[in-house]
């Protein structure tokens, strides 16, 4: 799972990454509502290709699909002012503690 936060911009993406379990992936991302202004599904290519965008697009989820080299945005995610803004904070406490005690990977 990857969670970003733009302190410029002061927006959150969240995106959570399945090679087959797409169903919970998508159960995972509404959860990622509550602390990022943008929530991602992303799967492999091949299985993102059979899924229908409008289970996605209902729920305001973006959809990507991701090759060895490449990650391509099939869906837009909506901002759906969902986020609690107490969540997000404690978010961002433990990504900035995590950060202090080990090392980042990129």
């Known amino acids: 799972d990857i969670y970003g936060y733009s302190t410029r911009r002061r927006r959150a993406v969240a995106i959570e990454l399945k090679l ?3 169903r919970r992936a998508i159960v995972q991302a509404l959860q990622y509502q509550l602390c990022a202004d943008f929530a ?31 990650c391509t945005e099939l869906l837009a995610p909506k901002s759906l002012d969902l986020v609690r803004v107490d969540y997000r904070d404690e978010m961002l406490a433990q990504l900035k503690a995590r950060r202090k005690n080990e090392p980042c990977i990129a």
């Open 20 to 22: 087959e379990k797409w």
């Open 40 to 70: 991602y599904v992303a799967l492999p290519a091949s299985v993102a290709a059979r899924m229908d965008k409008a289970t996605f697009a209902e729920h305001g989820l973006g959809l990507l699909a991701l090759t060895r080299y490449a």
